[in-house]
């Protein structure tokens, strides 16, 4: 059970919604708390969509940030080969599981001791949720599995960042719901998956707690590229405007 520090940090809102900017050095980490991320994410892009970076980048940006926002990182999915290093202290710790997954409890109570005092977040795929009732089920078992193991929260991204955005595969209706689910256990939300323009917009007005971008930030809205400051500057500006107090009421109605 997750019994560290950071493990309280489910019980507090974040409000306004919180910028989590995905990097993948120390260089890209630096532009993106200039920027003004909220939380700093740690990611090897090229590893998959939660792929794990290596644990001497952890390490490196983890020193560099310091205290100055809370530093997640990707732990990679379930099924991934078990590094053997324990992580560097951590804010918060992803991982990924599919909803075909065989004991995933065990799996991912093991994957999240490589991090152990981070606040655990599983990250589920939107593709997944979207197959039927089955998924759903599932879904509400893995936010129980959170809440019982005093889990920090979810995350609904997407597997194939060529498909689509976070709402090829579900609507706003049904993101609602899901967030309702998690806020019902106390627990966070977090939205990503190919969000920019329009679609970061929708999500925002969701309410989610945290929202995760890293192609809207980068170099020609290409995720193996570079983070681009301006790009990120537009990011937290479009966000900023989200948060406006001309659009709670819109926010509260739909997280409802």
Request: negative net charge; contains cysteine; hydrophobic residues 50%.
């Amino acid at each position: 059970m997750n019994e560290g520090p950071a493990a309280i940090l489910f019980t507090v809102p974040l409000h306004p919604c919180q910028l989590l900017v995905s990097v993948r050095s120390v260089a890209e980490a630096a532009i993106a708390l200039e920027g003004g991320a909220d939380i700093i994410d740690i990611k090897e892009p090229a590893r998959g969509p939660l792929g794990m970076a290596d644990v001497a980048v952890i390490e490196a940006i983890t020193e560099t940030i310091g205290s100055r926002v809370p530093v997640s990182a990707a732990l990679g999915d379930i099924e991934d080969p078990m590094p053997a290093t324990v992580i560097a202290p951590l804010a918060y710790a992803k991982v990924a599981m599919r909803m075909d997954h065989r004991g995933w409890q065990q799996k991912l109570s093991q994957r999240f001791a490589l991090a152990p005092g981070a606040g655990r977040i599983v990250a589920i795929y939107a593709e997944d949720v979207a197959k039927g009732e089955a998924s759903l089920d599932l879904l509400d078992r893995v936010l129980d599995w959170l809440h019982d193991h005093r889990g920090a929260g979810l995350l609904l991204d997407t597997r194939d960042k060529a498909a689509g955005d976070l709402f090829t595969s579900l609507s706003p209706a049904q993101l609602a719901r899901i967030i309702a689910k998690a806020r019902a256990r106390n627990l966070l939300i977090a939205l990503a998956g190919r969000l920019a323009g329009d679609s970061l917009r929708r999500a925002a007005d969701l309410a989610p707690d945290i929202l995760g971008v890293r192609g809207a930030a980068c170099i020609h809205g290409d995720r193996g590229q570079s983070i681009d400051a301006a790009r990120l500057r537009e990011v937290r500006s479009l966000i900023s405007e989200c948060d406006a107090p001309q659009a709670q009421p819109a926010k509260a109605s739909a997280a409802g």
